[in-house]
């Protein structure tokens, strides 16, 4: 499922100051990078299923591996994740209705702390 429009895709920001921010609000970049992309992953159990909230972006300049880069925010994901196969995110997967408020309330809380660190 994509979060279109949430406003967070406008944003470009420190990748040092975007780990901390997402960090705060429990989403983990980990391994789940490269040398242009990042994507920040908050897991969420719920009683149908574990599910993922998903913030990606990519390096409009600099390098993630060197911590010295501008992030490019892209459309958030919620991803449904079944086991061995990994995490699903198509329009055929059913997502909860209080799991996907949950979701949108912290997109609106990142947004606003990111929106107070973002580069023009």
């Known amino acids: 499922m994509r979060f279109e429009n949430t406003g967070i895709e406008t944003f470009k920001a420190d990748l040092n100051r975007l780990d901390e921010i997402m960090h705060d609000h429990g989403l983990v970049r980990s391994e789940q990078w490269d040398y242009e992309r990042v994507n920040y992953d908050k897991k969420i159990v719920v009683k149908e299923g574990t599910y993922y909230l998903r913030v990606q972006g990519y390096a409009v300049e600099g390098d993630v591996g060197a911590h010295r880069a501008i992030i490019q925010l892209i459309t ?3 991803g449904k994740h079944y086991y061995p196969h990994g995490v ?12 996907v408020s949950q979701s949108e309330n912290l997109l609106k809380e990142i947004k606003a702390e990111v929106e107070k660190v973002a580069i023009q």
């Open 76 to 78: 958030p994901l919620l």
């Open 88 to 99: 699903e995110y198509g329009e055929g997967e059913h997502f909860p209705k209080a799991l």
